[in-house]
Nanobody, 118 residues
């Protein structure tokens, strides 16, 4: 059974930094592309960043480019999102995601909440 467990969220002041983690199990993590998505209060899910199975190629949404960095440690089955220069509009619940063709269906974790506020 696929499990994704996010952690690392919290309250941060504007301009601050935080690192989110996603611990994965139940599938071949090292063969799977992984993504971070988020949901701001009152809004739908939006894709944030993704990384290939080997951790070589990543991409990010324009609104986080230059501020957020995605990485992974395949030995630990863990996936990260380093967030710098945080803004109030980054406030959201952040989820890690894996889906087809790496898994039979889409999976998200329970999410970790980030609040950026002074």
């Amino acid at each position: 059974e696929v499990h994704l467990v996010e952690s690392g969220g919290g309250l941060v002041q504007p301009g601050g930094s935080l690192r989110l983690s996603c611990a994965a199990s139940g599938f071949t993590f090292s063969n799977s592309h992984m993504s971070w998505v988020r949901q701001a209060p009152g809004k739908g899910l939006e894709w944030v960043s993704g990384i290939d199975s080997g951790g070589v190629t990543s991409s990010s949404a324009d609104f986080v480019k230059g501020r957020f960095t995605v990485s992974r440690d395949n030995a630990k089955n863990t996936f990260y999102l380093q967030m710098n220069s945080l803004k109030p509009e980054d406030t959201a619940v952040y989820y890690c995601h894996v889906g087809p063709p790496y898994t039979g269906t889409n999976y998200w974790g329970q999410g970790t909440k980030l609040t950026v506020s002074s």
